[in-house]
């Protein structure tokens, strides 16, 4: 016979069993999630170069590419790939351009613009996930710096800070975030690398000094890779490295003249060269057009008139005329002296970027290359968060 004591005991036990198991199953799926970028690193670096450690993580994981958004750019493709939108949506419309609300350039060579946040669009991802309760730590990654929302990532380094941390302390930074106790460990870390970009813009994407470069990055994310191995809870980390452009060489003498087929008052500025953004003064933008509409090696579009697929052209940042040179050249008047270069139409495979994935909640697959866009949802999904609008899907198969 059962007493009423004992019933009581009894019912305390199974509400402490049931407790105890729910923070167990708790506990075994909360994973945590590292992404890297490694600026400007090809989709196709791993089969010119040797990269025995993203090969190894390839064999283990998903092996993919990203598809950039239009410009393929470092800072626009950054923000996109952290808000999940393009650039026409979430307003780093170029790496410089023109705002008329605020009646001022944003420019990356400009710390008050480029931590101003009325630039910023969007949700970034550390500001999704802090804002439901999820603990983040950001090491460089182009934007994160800004209080975007009111928010920073939990943790943060100030970019334009020096000195910056080497490539190798940015390695340990994460493991250092990871090692952390349970209830002080970020589930989301980011970083970011500036090279192989540093190195294709200068000497091509071909050289022998980008090959060494690719090789010392390939060193590093093995260093990380291997941290990650060696912690207790291994099995319960994602492991996501990224880059947010490709690379093309431009020959000497490939240049496309835009000012010496103007009049000066015709033109309030021009931004950039891949694509190049002409600010017209007004009543000027038809008479531009009609001056650059027939140039070789460039398309030329009134902004309303960008092609559909390239997801440009909504954005009053943008420039009432936008010239998009064929890969290979530069729409500029001072001669090209040769190098490499991005920014080109995402549909040219040159400006595919890097997509490895590995860890608890990634199969071992290949898969065809997808948007940037993506990356964002597929983050929420990884941390079990509610995403904010975007313009991504989860890609099939992940």
Request: hydrophobic residues 35%; negative net charge.
């Amino acid at each position: 016979m059962i007493t009423n004591d004992k019933y009581t005991d009894m019912k305390k036990l199974l509400i402490t069993l049931t407790l105890c198991l729910a923070a167990l199953t708790c506990m075994a799926g909360k994973h945590y999630t590292v992404i890297v970028s490694l600026d400007g690193f090809r989709w196709d670096y791993p089969e010119w170069y040797d990269t025995p450690n993203l090969d190894t993580i390839a064999a283990k994981g998903v092996t993919s590419g990203l598809i950039p958004s239009f410009p393929s750019k470092t800072f626009p493709n950054h923000y996109t790939i952290a808000t999940g939108l393009y650039p026409d949506h979430h307003g780093i419309v170029h790496n410089t351009f023109f705002d008329d609300v605020s009646n001022s350039f944003f420019s990356l060579a400009n710390m008050a613009t480029k931590l101003d946040p009325h630039f910023y669009g969007g949700e970034p991802i550390w500001v999704t996930a802090r804002r439901q309760g999820v603990k983040t730590s950001v090491f460089y990654w182009p934007g994160s710096d800004v209080k975007v929302k009111g928010m920073h990532p939990d943790r943060y380094l100030v970019y334009d800070k020096e000195p910056r941390l080497t490539f190798e302390e940015r390695v340990e930074s994460v493991l250092s975030e990871l090692r952390k106790p349970e209830g002080e460990r970020p589930q989301l870390i980011m970083t970011y690398f500036e090279q192989p970009d540093a190195h294709g813009h200068h000497f091509g994407p071909h050289s022998k000094k980008t090959r060494q470069v690719v090789m010392q990055t390939d060193t590093l994310m093995g260093q990380l890779y291997r941290g990650i191995q060696q912690l207790p809870f291994a099995a319960d980390i994602n492991l996501i490295i990224v880059s947010d452009h490709g690379m093309t060489w431009v020959d000497e003498g490939h240049q496309v003249p835009l000012k010496s087929r103007l009049k000066a008052s015709w033109v309030k500025s021009i931004q950039g060269n891949v694509p190049a953004m002409i600010y017209a003064r007004e009543g000027c933008a038809d008479s531009i057009y009609q001056a650059l509409r027939h140039i070789d090696y460039a398309r030329v579009w009134k902004r309303s008139d960008v092609p559909a697929y390239l997801h440009y052209g909504t954005n009053p940042r943008i420039g009432d005329i936008v010239v998009c040179p064929d890969a290979g050249y530069l729409a500029q008047d001072s001669p090209v002296k040769g190098g490499g270069t991005h920014g080109f139409d995402p549909t040219v495979q040159d400006m595919h970027a890097l997509f490895r994935a590995v860890g608890p909640d990634f199969p071992h697959t290949t898969l065809p290359h997808f948007c940037n866009v993506d990356v964002y949802p597929l983050l929420c999904k990884l941390l079990d968060i509610i995403p904010a609008p975007n313009d991504g899907t989860v890609p099939a198969g992940l």
